[in-house]
Nanobody, 123 residues
Framework: QEQLVESGGGLVQAGGSLRLSCAASGRTFSTDAMGWFRQAPGWEREFVATISWRGTTYYADSVKGRFIISRDNAKNTVYLQMNSLKPEDTAVYYC?????????????????WGQGTQVTVSS
């Protein structure tokens, strides 16, 4: 059974850092684009970052320059390094996999999703 499991969320002060991990199992996701999305209470789930199977990255403007997405295909794991965190980054963060080539940003292009991990940034 294909599964994505996020970890690394928590509570951090503004200006701090967190590193999220997403471990994939059930099949190899090495040829999928892997993305991170987030959802704050009362808001729709929004795109954060994505990385193609070749390693090309694409970021939402709101996190560009602060977040770094990476992947280790040998470990079937994708990471999101989050620096200079702001209170507005507070959300549940979801990992997702897409069979699309390139760097898809649309939520509908992803067909596997994790359960999410909470990130809370205090001011």
């Amino acid at each position: 059974q294909e599964q994505l499991v996020e970890s690394g969320g928590g509570l951090v002060q503004a200006g701090g850092s967190l590193r999220l991990s997403c471990a994939a199992s059930g099949r190899t996701f090495s040829t999928d684009a892997m993305g991170w999305f987030r959802q704050a209470p009362g808001w729709e789930r929004e795109f954060v970052a994505t990385i193609s199977w070749r390693g090309t990255t694409y970021y939402a403007d709101s996190v560009k320059g602060r977040f770094i997405i990476s992947r280790d295909n040998a470990k079937n794991t994708v990471y999101l390094q989050m620096n200079s965190l702001k209170p507005e980054d507070t959300a549940v963060y979801y990992c997702a996999a897409s069979p699309e080539g390139g760097v898809p940003a649309g939520r509908s292009l992803y067909d596997y999703w994790g359960q999410g991990t909470q990130v809370t940034v205090s001011s």
